[in-house]
């Protein structure tokens, strides 16, 4: 079957840095996806990787290594609002997506 | 920003109830999508569409229809309500010429089925 594994939890202090793993066996692969959601809300897109290495987009950042079936998402800088959880999600073989449980990072000061 | 909405944005019925959810998007997107979301999971696809008259079923969609008579207007019913269907329903979207292109979600509809 397809799996995408995300760890449950994470905690880190304002300011500091943050490395969210995701690792992935599915049928096929058209690239991943990071998306942040607040608690009661609708995720937001962050990042989208489809070919092997880092993507930087301001204080986030995404890798990618296919062979490895990993991703992670890397967070800087870290502030109170980043408090969210992570959902990584991946498009397989016939374009659906996949989606990981998420990972709720809290931050505290 | 994204121009999606979906109401009704909390929802409390008994059971046997008939419920529709309603989502529509002002971005002329073909691609539409219906999630269902419990707390701390991850989402299941519950019905897509390419567009116009296009509808398919996702993992959960035995017991849901969905409609696109119009591009900007995908509703999803449920024909009788259960506890079971107590959940987060997330309505998506997303532009045609990009099969892996990103997904815009509206705010969600929380159903709780007495």
């Known amino acids: 079957g397809q799996n995408i594994d995300q760890p449950t939890e994470m905690t880190a202090t304002e300011g500091a840095i943050v490395q969210i793993n995701c690792t992935y066996q599915?049928?096929?692969?058209?690239?991943l996806f990071w998306y942040q959601q607040h608690a009661g809300e609708a995720p937001t897109f962050l990042s989208y990787?489809?070919l092997d290495g880092l993507e930087e987009k301001g204080r986030f950042s995404s890798f990618l290594s296919r062979s490895k079936g990993y991703s992670y998402l890397l967070l800087k800088e870290l502030q109170m609002k980043d408090s969210a959880s992570y959902l990584c999600?991946?498009?397989?073989?016939?374009?659906?997506?996949?989606w990981g449980a998420g990972t709720k990072l809290i931050i505290k000061p | 920003e994204a121009d999606i909405y979906q109401t009704p944005r909390y929802l409390v019925i008994g059971t046997g109830k008939k419920i529709t959810l309603e989502c529509s998007q002002t971005?002329?997107?073909?691609?539409m999508y219906w999630y269902q979301q419990d707390p701390g999971m991850e989402l299941h696809l519950i019905h897509y569409?390419?567009?116009?008259?296009?509808?398919e079923k996702g993992d959960l969609s035995s017991e849901s229809t969905v409609s696109r008579i119009r591009t900007e207007h995908f509703p999803l019913t449920l024909e009788s309500a259960r506890p079971s269907h107590t959940s987060q329903y997330l309505c998506?979207?997303?532009?045609?010429?990009?099969?892996?292109?990103?997904?815009?979600f509206g705010e969600g509809s929380r159903l709780t089925v007495l």
């Open positions: 971005m002329g997107h073909d691609k």
């Open positions: 999600a991946v498009v397989d073989s016939n374009y659906q997506l996949i």
């Open positions: 990787n489809v």
């Open positions: 599915t049928s096929g692969f058209n690239g």
């Open positions: 998506a979207s997303s532009p045609h010429d990009r099969d892996t292109g990103e997904l815009f």
């Open positions: 569409s390419y567009g116009v008259n296009s509808t």
